[in-house]
Nanobody, 118 residues
Framework: QVQLTESGGGLVQPGGSLRLSCQAS????????WGWYRQAPGRQREMVAT???????DYAGSVEGRFSISRHNGLNTMQLQMDSLKPEDTGVYYC????????????WGQGTQVTVSS
């Protein structure tokens, strides 16, 4: 079993930056996809950014050009650099690691709060 732990959330003013980190305890396998998802109050959870074990990235249109996702396979960590933050970026940010092929898994972290407000 793998546990994902997020850190780095907080309160920031519009236009500011935050860097989120996700640490996995336990073994993960190549060929998986890690990602950041967020959920704002009253809204469904949405994908923010994903990165494969090979380094291919994907971003939601609303964060393209402002956020940058990265991962370090050897250390089982992932980061999300968030710049030019907007109030609409507010929400709980979750780390996810999933693998579609055997061994299959789909792990979620507990989430970290990000609030963008003046």
């Amino acid at each position: 079993q793998v546990q994902l732990t997020e850190s780095g959330g907080g309160l920031v003013q519009p236009g500011g930056s935050l860097r989120l980190s996700c640490q996995a305890s336990g073994r993960t396998f190549s060929g998986d996809i890690w990602g950041w998802y967020r959920q704002a109050p009253g809204r469904q959870r949405e994908m923010v950014a994903t990165v494969t074990s090979g380094g291919t990235t994907d971003y939601a249109g609303s964060v393209e050009g402002r956020f940058s996702i990265s991962r370090h396979n050897g250390l089982n960590t992932m980061q999300l650099q968030m710049d030019s933050l907007k109030p609409e970026d507010t929400g709980v940010y979750y780390c996810r690691a999933r693998r579609r092929y055997i061994p299959q898994y789909d792990y979620w972290g507990q989430g970290t709060q990000v609030t963008v407000s003046s």
